[in-house]
């Protein structure tokens, strides 16, 4: 028999039992949709896991306090950064596009008769627009001798803007956070929210007005005034590694540390974002093999249809075989039905799986993205599968004896 004869009679032998054919396919439909939506699903994630992160601004380092053990004489037994540090990083390591550093507070600021409470006070530096990747809409930001005379200035966030003065210029305008006068001096242009941070609902000052009006610490004289972490803008043309060791040399040396007692650590928005990916990939595997799982059902269901089609057409079977039709020939057309039971139904999931991961993404509100693979992936899979569990029904249609077929009723 020809190729188109096989499917002609594989075509009409699945359309005589429709609804038994939809039922056989529908595992194989739920298996591939499942991947592919459970795919999208995962891979959605982890793009808003790097958009987050890249969000906080361009080709950062973040360094962080870590706490050293041991007693007397084994290093900085405090356990932190300190405000000089940024400058020390700023001025002695090449490479380095900006850095800044931020300490918080949460005010209850007023202006006239408006007044919001928890607004979070972010004390900074200079370089936080570069760092941070932020721009001003009117106005201008912190200077270095802003800083350097504690000048009690502030610089709103679009939304505070909003809230506090409406379509009124703030520039140059007096409000009150806590029971401190600062002058506006800018507003920055609309970010949104980055990385879990709301940059329109902050408001900005001097990080030394921050140290003396907000967070006054009576040991800051013998101390320094300790931060929590300091953000490095890397140069573009400057090596992250590279940069990452001179910081790590310059602070060991300044905290007085080894290598063993760091009382920092360094890390870069590559390193974060590595770290989501092998998470979310390990998560993303795992949903694949469990969506795979219906694949294998649905692949059992083609072969037991097949296995009672074989007997409900024994007669069929001895009669082609008298007529002259080879156990090859048997065996073809039963493997061609069962393969096509699977691509039909692969077909049918491949669009199910697209249509339901942009619903899905619309009506959860969480992000999906479509990756080809998973399309290829799981289309493939239910063709292998068609061909696997339907071996079995279309050899044993091929063995049977064709005076025995002939005789069943």
């Known amino acids: 028999m020809n190729i188109s004869e096989i499917l ?29 939506v459970m795919i999208s699903i995962s891979a959605g994630t982890e793009a808003t896991i790097a958009e987050k992160i890249n969000g906080l ?58 007044t919001l409470t928890d607004i979070t006070l972010v004390g900074t530096t200079p370089d936080y627009p570069t760092v941070r990747n932020v721009q ?25 803007a909003a809230e506090l003065f409406g ?34 609902s902050l408001i900005y000052t001097p990080i030394n007005v921050v140290f003396k009006k907000f967070e006054n610490n009576p040991f800051a004289r013998f101390m320094g005034d300790r931060v929590r972490t300091i953000f490095v803008s890397v140069d573009q043309n400057a090596s992250m590694d590279t940069v990452k060791e001179q910081i790590t040399l310059l602070l060991t040396g300044r905290h007085k540390v080894t290598s063993d007692t760091l009382d920092f650590n360094i890390t870069s928005q590559s390193d974060i974002i590595s770290t989501q990916e092998s998470t979310t990939e390990s998560f993303r595997t795992l949903l694949a093999w469990v969506a ?59 669009l199910m799986g697209v249509g339901g991961s942009e619903l899905f993404g619309k009506l959860s509100g969480m992000r999906t993205v479509i990756v080809p693979y998973s399309i290829v992936l799981s289309f493939t899979s239910a063709a292998l599968i068609g061909v696997f569990f339907g071996f079995i029904p279309a050899r044993k249609a091929a063995q049977l004896d064709p005076i025995v077929a002939l005789r069943h009723e």
């Open 136 to 160: 001003i809409k009117t106005g201008r930001f912190i200077t270095e001798t802003d800083n350097e005379r504690a000048e009690k200035i502030v610089i709103l966030g679009s939304e505070i």
């Open 8 to 36: 002609k009679i594989a075509l009409k032998s699945l359309t005589s039992n429709k609804l038994r054919s939809i039922l056989t396919m529908l595992g194989v439909i739920i298996g591939v949709a499942a991947v592919i």
């Open 57 to 114: 601004g361009s080709n950062l380092l973040f360094i962080n306090q870590a706490f050293t053990r041991g007693g007397p004489g084994q290093g900085n037994q405090q356990g932190g950064l300190v405000y000089s540090d940024v400058a020390a990083i700023r001025d002695q390591v090449p490479g380095v596009a900006g850095v800044s550093v931020e300490q918080q507070s949460s005010v209850t600021i007023k202006y006239n008769d408006n």
């Open 167 to 200: 379509e009124t210029d703030p520039i140059g305008e007096t409000i009150y956070a806590n029971n401190v006068q600062l002058v506006v001096i800018g507003v920055l242009a609309p970010k949104g929210i980055s990385g879990g941070t709301d940059f329109d």
């Open 292 to 350: 795979g799982v219906s694949l294998i059902v649905g692949g059992i269901g083609i072969m037991n249809i097949m296995l009672v089609s074989v007997t409900e057409r024994t007669r069929e079977i001895g009669l082609r075989q008298a007529v002259g039709a080879t156990p090859a020939d048997i065996e073809v057309q039963f493997l061609t039905e069962a393969l096509m039971l699977s691509l039909f139904g692969g077909l049918i999931g491949v």
